[in-house]
């Protein structure tokens, strides 16, 4: 069986010259042997109202961090700036789906801010009190997370595009007593009705004292008796609020991650830690200088949205680009068009976007100029080699690295990833490569043991970090036993791995989503990569169906690379790849052709709808779908297929 790496051993180590620091070693090394010593030095990088009285409060599984300090979140994004050059640099760049833009500067932001606390405060917001927000994508919604931040306030942003349902969840589980939201959100040219739905949810939530609602669309809209107009809330406010200093370890955000059963877990971030991990993360993968456009392509309904859109980019005064829209409407070059348009020096995106754009094969990404690129980023799942040289070679014309980033809603920050603010170091295609300074993770054994070099396990970490979840919302057992019942003492995210003769971090997928053939564990991510090896296909997703002879049967969902078309003879030669590639064991025993794969609108492939199908399930919930005619497409080249092998 080959190891990831062999997927692209011609490829080799390919090195880049990047600025040049401390050697990445040794940090990691001293960050270990001294680690509260040294997240103390990276907390100075914050403002404090009061230095802590004790680094790390430890009692495992709860870690507290910087206990007695005190700050305030929107003081570290904002206020620390207004006296410094940068008050009038742009701090955000929005782009909207049509091409209309709108640029706010340190100032501005400052200023919203602290209109919007003193609105939330008159509405008898206080620090502690939950806030929903359920926005799209626009400049508000920063204003709005931190706004609640300069009070005290605890804001859960819930993504646009979850159901009734969902929101109703969310708000009832946090108790809150304010939902911000807009009158409708654009995608794909149609009219997201975001009012509406928390109309929906409104008779289920008795929490909820107020919504706020924003004019973005310009639909008609009915106000209750609840309801208040942001901009007519905006025009009375005064320009400046006094910030709350909360405690280290007061809550800033509530964060839901779904999960395949049971109701969604409320991830609790802190304040001082959450704060001090995003800073540093940022600093050693991005390098953050002066003149840097950066691009996140993420939500803010996501957790990377909030590190790395809201919080870490505006600590560092960096000018970012939001855009609210999908990467391929109306045109699938949207990504290529905005790094042109703003000149953007750093492009953080999906695995999953960059195989939709690779589809369409490299002469739309070389229509356009990218040369003002520095420095490319990844994020939300593993990346496969094929994709990764497509985009070191079409995007970075060979000349950015890449960080490609591993970590969780959970986790806060990133947790693996290159380094390029401390040093270059010879990057592999589809490796995270090391644990960022100051993370301890390793891949063990299902005894806890780690594992020889080679060897496939599980990723955990051995030792608190900064950026680690609080609890979960009102649930200290339920934290335990997802998080810390598995292997004793450490951190299971469960996600399975292995580490190369180098050192270097593969991962290979969710390890529930490991496939055992045959007494033989197959990770998601290891087969998803041998398919997309192949010359002809673009992007890949593989499930599991109960067998039983093997065990499991692997079953593929393939989209075609354009000027391929979808024929038997493909079909054979793709599983003859396979075989070659991965060995016999990894034998597809179905292999079905598609032109989309279901994905949430975040870009993530929904591969237990797949599992459903292959499996003859149920479907269940699909309300974060992007596209659903890509679901029924997949049952129905699922339906023609067994309908040929059956007569």
């Given at each position: 069986?080959?190891?990831?790496?062999?997927?692209?051993?011609?490829?080799?180590?390919?090195?880049?010259?990047?600025?040049?620091?401390?050697?990445?070693?040794?940090?990691?090394?001293?960050?270990?042997?001294?680690?509260?010593?040294?997240?103390?030095?990276?907390?100075?990088?914050?403002?404090?109202?009061?230095?802590?009285?004790?680094?790390?409060?430890?009692?495992?599984?709860?870690?507290?961090?910087?206990?007695?300090?005190?700050?305030?979140?929107?003081?570290?994004?904002?206020?620390?700036?207004?006296?410094?050059?940068?008050?009038?640099?742009?701090?955000?760049?929005?782009?909207?789906?049509?091409?209309?833009?709108?640029?706010?500067?340190?100032?501005?932001?400052?200023?919203?801010?602290?209109?919007?606390?003193?609105?939330?405060?008159?509405?008898?917001?206080?620090?502690?009190?939950?806030?929903?927000?359920?926005?799209?994508?626009?400049p508000e919604l920063p204003i709005a997370m931190l706004g609640c931040a300069r009070i005290g306030a605890v804001h859960s942003v819930v993504f646009s595009g979850f159901s009734a349902q969902a929101l109703q969840d969310r708000i009832n589980d946090a108790q809150s007593k304010i939902v911000i939201t807009a009158d409708g959100g654009v995608r794909k040219g149609k009219l997201i009705e975001l009012k509406k739905v928390v109309d929906e949810s409104l008779p289920f939530v008795p929490s909820v004292e107020h919504v706020i609602v924003l004019k973005r669309a310009g639909n008609d809209v009915m106000l209750g008796s609840k309801d208040h107009w942001w901009n007519e809330l905006m025009e009375g406010a005064k320009p400046y609020c006094t910030p709350v200093q909360v405690e280290s370890t007061h809550p800033?955000?509530?964060?839901?991650?779904?999960?395949?059963?049971?109701?969604?877990?409320?991830?609790?971030?802190?304040?001082?830690?959450?704060?001090?991990?995003?800073?540093?993360?940022?600093?050693?993968?991005?390098?953050?200088?002066?003149?840097?456009?950066?691009?996140?392509?993420?939500?803010?309904?996501?957790?990377?949205?909030?590190?790395?859109?809201?919080?870490?980019?505006?600590?560092?005064?960096?000018?970012?680009?939001?855009?609210?829209?999908?990467?391929?409407?109306?045109?699938?070059?949207?990504?290529?068009?905005?790094?042109?348009?703003?000149?953007?020096?750093?492009?953080?995106?999906?695995?999953?976007?960059?195989?939709?754009?690779?589809?369409?094969?490299?002469?739309?990404?070389?229509?356009?100029?990218?040369?003002?690129?520095?420095?490319?980023?990844?994020?939300?799942?593993?990346?496969?080699?094929?994709?990764?040289?497509?985009?070191?070679?079409?995007?970075?014309?060979?000349?950015?690295?890449?960080?490609?980033?591993?970590?969780?809603?959970?986790?806060?920050?990133?947790?693996?990833?290159?380094?390029?603010?401390?040093?270059?170091?010879?990057?592999?295609?589809?490796?995270?490569?090391?644990?960022?300074?100051?993370?301890?993770?390793?891949?063990?054994?299902?005894?806890?043991?780690?594992?020889?070099?080679?060897?496939?396990?599980?990723?955990?970490?051995?030792?608190?970090?900064?950026?680690?979840?609080?609890?979960?919302?009102?649930?200290?057992?339920?934290?335990?036993?997802?998080?810390?019942?598995?292997?004793?003492?450490?951190?299971?995210?469960?996600?399975?791995?292995?580490?190369?003769?180098?050192?270097?971090?593969?991962?290979?997928?969710?390890?529930?989503?490991?496939?055992?053939?045959?007494?033989?564990?197959?990770?998601?991510?290891?087969?998803?990569?041998?398919?997309?090896?192949?010359?002809?296909?673009?992007?890949?997703?593989?499930?599991?169906?109960?067998?039983?002879?093997?065990?499991?049967?692997?079953?593929?969902?393939?989209?075609?690379?354009?000027?391929?078309?979808?024929?038997?003879?493909?079909?054979?030669?793709?599983?003859?790849?396979?075989?070659?590639?991965?060995?016999?064991?990894?034998?597809?025993?179905?292999?079905?052709?598609?032109?989309?794969?279901?994905?949430?609108?975040?870009?993530?492939?929904?591969?237990?709808?797949?599992?459903?199908?292959?499996?003859?399930?149920?479907?269940?919930?699909?309300?974060?779908?992007?596209?659903?005619?890509?679901?029924?497409?997949?049952?129905?080249?699922?339906?023609?297929?067994?309908?040929?092998?059956?007569?």
């Amino acid at each position: 069986m080959s190891s990831p790496s062999k997927l692209y051993e011609e490829s080799g180590k390919i090195k880049i010259s990047v600025r040049l620091g401390k050697r990445l070693e040794n940090i990691s090394k001293d960050a270990l042997a001294e680690p509260e010593e040294f997240w103390a030095e990276q907390a100075k990088s914050l403002v404090w109202s009061k230095e802590w009285d004790k680094v790390l409060d430890w009692h495992p599984p709860f870690a507290k961090w910087f206990t007695g300090g005190k700050l305030n979140a929107s003081v570290n994004c904002l206020d620390r700036h207004i006296k410094t050059d940068i008050k009038n640099k742009a701090a955000i760049i929005w782009e909207g789906e049509n091409g209309e833009t709108r640029t706010l500067s340190y100032f501005q932001l400052y200023k919203e801010v602290n209109k919007f606390a003193n609105v939330l405060k008159k509405l008898n917001v206080s620090k502690g009190d939950r806030v929903t927000i359920y926005m799209p994508m626009l400049p508000e919604l920063p204003i709005a997370m931190l706004g609640c931040a300069r009070i005290g306030a605890v804001h859960s942003v819930v993504f646009s595009g979850f159901s009734a349902q969902a929101l109703q969840d969310r708000i009832n589980d946090a108790q809150s007593k304010i939902v911000i939201t807009a009158d409708g959100g654009v995608r794909k040219g149609k009219l997201i009705e975001l009012k509406k739905v928390v109309d929906e949810s409104l008779p289920f939530v008795p929490s909820v004292e107020h919504v706020i609602v924003l004019k973005r669309a310009g639909n008609d809209v009915m106000l209750g008796s609840k309801d208040h107009w942001w901009n007519e809330l905006m025009e009375g406010a005064k320009p400046y609020c006094t910030p709350v200093q909360v405690e280290s370890t007061h809550p800033l955000y509530i964060l839901y991650t779904s999960g395949t059963t049971g109701k969604p877990k409320g991830v609790i971030h802190g304040t001082g830690g959450y704060l001090t991990h995003v800073y540093a993360t940022a600093k050693w993968v991005f390098d953050f200088g002066s003149q840097d456009i950066f691009f996140c392509t993420a939500d803010i309904g996501w957790v990377t949205g909030h590190s790395y859109i809201v919080y870490a980019p505006l600590m560092h005064g960096a000018t970012e680009i939001m855009y609210e829209g999908a990467a391929d409407f109306p045109k699938p070059d949207r990504y290529w068009a905005i790094v042109e348009k703003h000149g953007a020096t750093i492009l953080y995106t999906t695995p999953t976007a960059l195989r939709m754009y690779m589809k369409y094969g490299d002469e739309i990404p070389n229509s356009f100029d990218l040369s003002s690129l520095r420095l490319l980023g990844t994020v939300g799942e593993p990346i496969n080699p094929e994709v990764w040289m497509w985009y070191f070679k079409t995007i970075g014309k060979e000349r950015c690295p890449i960080v490609d980033t591993w970590w969780q809603t959970e986790t806060g920050g990133i947790m693996l990833s290159m380094c390029t603010g401390i040093e270059t170091i010879p990057m592999k295609p589809g490796s995270a490569t090391f644990p960022v300074p100051g993370v301890d993770a390793v891949v063990v054994d299902e005894k806890g043991k780690t594992v020889p070099a080679g060897t496939k396990g599980y990723i955990v970490v051995r030792r608190p970090w900064p950026g680690m979840l609080l609890t979960l919302w009102g649930d200290d057992e339920k934290y335990r036993q997802v998080y810390w019942s598995k292997f004793a003492g450490m951190y299971y995210p469960g996600d399975y791995a292995l580490n190369d003769q180098d050192g270097y971090l593969w991962l290979l997928g969710r390890a529930d989503d490991v496939l055992k053939v045959a007494g033989h564990r197959l990770g998601t991510m290891e087969l998803e990569s041998a398919f997309v090896s192949h010359k002809a296909i673009a992007e890949a997703a593989v499930a599991g169906r109960p067998d039983s002879t093997k065990g499991e049967a692997i079953i593929a969902f393939l989209v075609p690379k354009e000027g391929y078309a979808k024929s038997e003879n493909l079909r054979k030669e793709v599983v003859a790849h396979i075989r070659s590639t991965l060995g016999s064991i990894a034998t597809p025993d179905e292999v079905y052709f598609v032109s989309k794969l279901p994905k949430t609108r975040s870009g993530k492939i929904m591969r237990r709808l797949l599992k459903s199908i292959a499996s003859g399930d149920k479907i269940g919930d699909v309300t974060t779908l992007e596209d659903g005619a890509a679901i029924d497409e997949v049952k129905q080249a699922y339906e023609d297929l067994k309908n040929v092998v059956e007569s």
